[in-house]
């Protein structure tokens, strides 16, 4: 029983370190990031498991977590709130050529994140040309060009 709890408390953490980190922290992941993510998993795997490397522990580890990813999508899918509380909500950061500073700060999100976006999807150049920049759940920007 150890085991599950454990399970879902390492599981619960990082989804809940990830949502506080924010969208831009997955989507665009550099050498530095996918280093830290090696270390974090060799973290929580010496976490989940403790002293006990069996196969056995290690399936029903993994079938844990699982079916804890099993419940949540079911969860997100009836129950909007939940969803958007875990999963975020689409947030415009261009309106009409003029960044939301606010928003932008907010999100983790500077001009030229956003300029980047517009050249490779558009081939835009300056903010003007953007109707509207858009942070999208999964963290990609879309832009669309006035």
């Known amino acids: ?21 924010g969208k831009r922290s997955l989507a665009e992941t550099t ?49 909007k709130k939940l969803d958007r509380l875990l999963e975020g909500t689409p947030l415009i950061l261009v309106d009409h050529g003029k960044p939301l500073k606010g928003r932008m ?16 999807s558009h081939g835009l150049e300056q903010m003007h040309q953007i109707k509207y920049a858009v942070l999208e759940r999964d963290g990609q920007i879309s832009i669309i060009p006035s």
């Not at 029983?1 to 953490?13: P, S, T």
């Not at 498991?49 to 099993?70: E, K, P, Q, R, W």
């Open 31 to 79: 050498t530095f990031d996918f280093v830290l993510l090696l270390i974090i998993g060799e973290a929580t795997q010496q976490a989940l498991l403790g002293n006990d490397f069996s196969t056995t522990n290690a399936l029903v580890l993994i079938t844990v977590l699982m079916g804890i990813d099993l419940v949540f999508v079911k969860l997100k899918g009836k129950y």
């Open 1 to 21: 029983m150890e085991l599950i709890i454990r399970g879902a408390v390492i599981y619960l953490f990082l989804l809940l370190l990830f949502r506080v980190l």
């Open 105 to 120: 700060k907010e999100a983790k999100v500077d001009t030229e994140d956003i300029l980047e976006a517009a050249r490779i």
